[in-house]
Each structure stands twice: as structure tokens, then as C-alpha cells.
């Protein structure tokens, strides 16, 4: 019987620790501002929230800002080329406010080139919540769209991105 408490203790104890590497891995990737937020569930304003199924998200780098998203919802202008729906955004041009609260942080992320030239850049302003586990939860407010979330996770960026 004392073998097995022991077992359960060396269990619980590589748990505690794989937990602890994961929240000083996110803490790290958050403070160094190089990091990718994956998105895997939207929730659209007005239409019923959907899994996503293709590979989305937002890369973010001390230098550079790419979204690259889904959108649902109503649009109040229609992008020129169609073929530039949903969200989509390359810029080196923001400004990215990291703070860090009880159980994460708050993260506000600002294009600055916003709609120049006009229509091309339809993103307004981000809200990225994070929890200290890695899970995420990012509000996307635009031009000419209505605002949408989406729920997901931070990790570390891709080396073939």
C-alpha cells in the first residue's frame, strides 16, 4: 500500500509541474510579444457560434501584426475583391498594450494604418483575454463589419511562418 501513495504523489507532483512549465511558457510567450493566438470557435454577433475546421489566426511579433480570420456576420460595406473577405490584416503599424491581471492578462492590440488606403484595412481594434493556462479569448472590433470573438489558445509561432 505505501508504494501506491507514493506513485499518486509522484503523479500529482508531475502534474503540478507540467502545469507550472505551461503558465512560465505562456508568461514568456505574452512578455515577449511573439506569439500566435490559434482560433478554433467563433461566435458571431448575430448568428449561432460554429467550430472552426480550417486554421486561423493571429500572429503576433514585437514587429509585426498578421490576422488572418473567419467573419460571420453583417457586413456594412462589401470589401472591392471579394476574395479579401473575412478578416485579414498585415501590418507593422500597431500599438500593443499587455496587462497582466490575476488569473492572465489583458491585451489590447490597435492597427494605426487603419482603412489607408480605403477598405483595405478593416480592423479597428483587438481584445485578447488570456488565461494563464493558454486559453484564449479574442473580440475583434472592425470598420465595417459588426464586431465577433473567437475562442482559442496562444502558443508559440510556427517556424515555417
Known amino acids: 500500500m505505501g508504494a501506491i501513495g507514493i506513485n499518486l504523489s509522484f503523479v500529482q507532483a508531475t502534474k503540478i509541474d507540467k502545469k ?17 493566438f490559434v482560433a478554433n470557435y ?7 457560434a ?7 489566426d ?15 456576420g453583417r457586413a456594412y460595406a462589401a470589401p472591392r475583391d471579394l476574395t479579401q473577405g473575412g478578416l485579414k490584416l498585415k501590418t507593422s503599424n500597431f500599438d500593443y498594450k ?6 492572465g492578462w489583458e491585451i489590447n492590440i490597435t492597427p494605426k494604418d487603419q482603412n489607408n488606403p480605403p477598405g483595405v484595412k ?12 493558454g486559453y484564449a479569448s479574442l473580440s ?8 465577433i470573438s473567437f475562442n482559442g489558445y ?8
Not at 50 to 56: D, G, V
Not at 124 to 131: A, E, I, K, T, W
Not at 154 to 161: G, N, Q, R, S
Request: aromatic letters at 6%.
Open 122 to 133: 478593416d480592423v479597428r481594434s483587438m481584445q485578447l483575454s488570456v488565461s494563464t493556462d
Open 20 to 36: 507550472a512549465e505551461k503558465v512560465a511558457k505562456i508568461k514568456r510567450l505574452i512578455t515577449s510579444g511573439n506569439y500566435v
Open 50 to 56: 460554429r467550430n472552426l475546421t480550417s486554421n486561423y
Open 42 to 48: 467563433a461566435i458571431p454577433m448575430s448568428m449561432p
Open 58 to 72: 493571429v500572429t503576433i511579433t514585437k514587429d509585426n501584426l498578421d490576422v488572418y480570420l473567419p467573419y460571420f
Open 140 to 147: 475583434v472590433t472592425s470598420l465595417n463589419k459588426q464586431p
Open 154 to 161: 496562444i502558443d508559440e509561432i510556427p517556424k515555417d511562418k
Open 98 to 103: 499587455a496587462v497582466e491581471k490575476k488569473k
